[in-house]
């Protein structure tokens, strides 16, 4: 059934939660479907969500039992969704109110997409919030994009493919076995490559959803823990070398996706010679932003790796 099913995982967000919904329900193009689905939270979450379920017929809740973590709590709304596309929310971020009327338009005009995606919007959890939208490509209006321009823009330039901001068509989440769980916080990043390196997808240059940048969130504990790091590519590079699409896996390194990493690729690379292969072309992507980075360090200033529009300082809702 064409339309657009919304997942939103949570797991002791209760406090995030209704900025979260708040936002979902003054979009343009309102969701068909919102499945929240409640990690066995221990906080008030259940009880929030159960109040916005009284407000809105569009929202429904689903409980894990027990705990089972991000991706399987996702993987299971993937299957739970009954519409055409889905869209994803971390239960502490935002998304602006253009967001699904800018995608689903151009998914009706463009049935075959695989995925749409824009920019993305990061935000101290500090009221009155201030936006600083990333932006990873210059154009004015959106385009769409074939696989092999898809490879050369993310070879050649910021572009970047942000689940926070996708669309995904959802026929293509299962066919691609939805999130993998041993990628762990990269889940994500590989299924946008499995679908954006095989399939048609559109690209909206405006901001469309807003991360908020938490301390103790799952992403920024992970990238703090080198061990962990080093599991993660491994796992990473492991499903890779599997990957039985020989022309994916050509495609994957053309595209020079592992890049996208942080910087801490680099390390992994250069102490796991059987993966020397991509190592130059990492290198030469990612120095120069490493040489930005430090300089902008040096001048006691944060300047981020991309083109930065000025910030917003009205409040989303």
Same mark, same amino acid.
């Given at each position: 059934?064409?339309?657009?099913?919304?997942?939103?995982?949570?797991?002791? #967000?209760?406090?995030?939660?209704?900025?979260?919904?708040?936002?979902?329900?003054?979009?343009?193009?309102?969701?068909?479907?919102?499945?929240?689905?409640?990690?066995?939270?221990?906080?008030?979450?259940?009880?929030?969500?159960?109040?916005?379920?009284?407000?809105?017929?569009?929202?429904? @809740?689903? *409980?894990?039992?027990?705990?089972?973590?991000? *991706?399987?709590?996702?993987?299971?709304?993937?299957?739970?969704?009954?519409?055409?596309?889905?869209?994803?929310? &971390?239960?502490?971020?935002?998304?602006?109110?253009?967001?699904?009327?800018?995608?689903?338009?151009?998914?009706?005009?463009?049935?075959?997409? &695989?995925?749409?995606? $824009?920019? =993305?919007?990061?935000?101290?959890?500090?009221?009155?919030? *201030?936006?600083?939208?990333?932006?990873?490509?210059?154009?004015?209006?959106?385009?769409?994009?074939?696989?092999?321009?898809?490879?050369?823009?993310?070879?050649?330039?910021?572009?970047?493919?942000?689940?926070?901001?996708?669309?995904?068509?959802?026929?293509?989440?299962?066919?691609? &076995?939805?999130?993998?769980?041993?990628?762990?916080? @990269?889940?994500? #990043?590989?299924?946008?490559?499995?679908?954006?390196?095989? #399939?048609?997808?559109?690209?909206?240059?405006?901001?469309?959803?807003? #991360?908020? !940048?938490?301390?103790?969130?799952? &992403?920024?504990?992970?990238?703090?823990?080198?061990?962990?790091?080093?599991? =993660?590519?491994?796992?990473?590079?492991?499903?890779?070398?599997?990957?039985?699409?020989?022309?994916?896996?050509?495609?994957?390194?053309?595209?020079?996706? =592992?890049?996208?990493? $942080?910087?801490?690729?680099?390390?992994?690379?250069?102490?796991?010679?059987?993966?020397?292969?991509?190592?130059?072309?990492?290198?030469?992507?990612?120095?120069?932003?490493? !040489?930005?980075?430090?300089?902008?360090?040096?001048?006691?200033?944060?300047?981020?790796?991309?083109?930065?529009?000025?910030?917003?300082?009205?409040?989303?809702?």
């Amino acid at each position: 059934m064409f339309g657009l099913t919304v997942i939103i995982p949570n797991y002791n #967000h209760g406090k995030f939660l209704p900025e979260a919904l708040d936002s979902l329900l003054v979009q343009r193009y309102l969701p068909d479907e919102i499945l929240i689905i409640d990690d066995a939270s221990v906080d008030d979450s259940v009880k929030i969500i159960l109040n916005y379920k009284e407000k809105s017929s569009r929202i429904k @809740l689903i *409980q894990n039992s027990q705990n089972l973590g991000v *991706q399987k709590t996702v993987n299971k709304g993937i299957h739970e969704a009954r519409y055409s596309h889905i869209a994803t929310l &971390g239960a502490d971020d935002l998304e602006f109110p253009i967001f699904f009327e800018k995608g689903m338009k151009i998914i009706k005009e463009n049935l075959d997409l &695989g995925l749409v995606c $824009g920019d =993305l919007a990061f935000f101290e959890d500090c009221k009155p919030y *201030q936006y600083e939208i990333y932006h990873f490509y210059q154009i004015d209006k959106p385009i769409i994009l074939s696989p092999e321009q898809t490879i050369r823009l993310l070879r050649n330039s910021h572009f970047r493919i942000e689940s926070n901001t996708c669309i995904y068509n959802t026929d293509l989440l299962k066919k691609y &076995g939805c999130y993998k769980e041993a990628l762990k916080s @990269l889940c994500d #990043h590989y299924l946008n490559y499995q679908i954006a390196l095989r #399939h048609p997808i559109a690209y909206v240059p405006e901001a469309l959803s807003a #991360h908020r !940048i938490v301390k103790e969130s799952y &992403g920024t504990i992970v990238s703090k823990n080198k061990r962990a790091k080093i599991e =993660l590519y491994a796992s990473f590079l492991r499903l890779i070398s599997i990957e039985e699409d020989a022309a994916f896996k050509t495609a994957f390194k053309r595209a020079n996706c =592992l890049a996208k990493c $942080g910087f801490f690729v680099i390390y992994f690379l250069f102490f796991n010679p059987k993966y020397w292969s991509f190592l130059p072309a990492v290198c030469l992507k990612k120095f120069p932003h490493l !040489i930005t980075k430090i300089w902008s360090r040096i001048r006691k200033r944060k300047s981020p790796i991309y083109p930065v529009k000025p910030e917003i300082t009205s409040s989303l809702i």
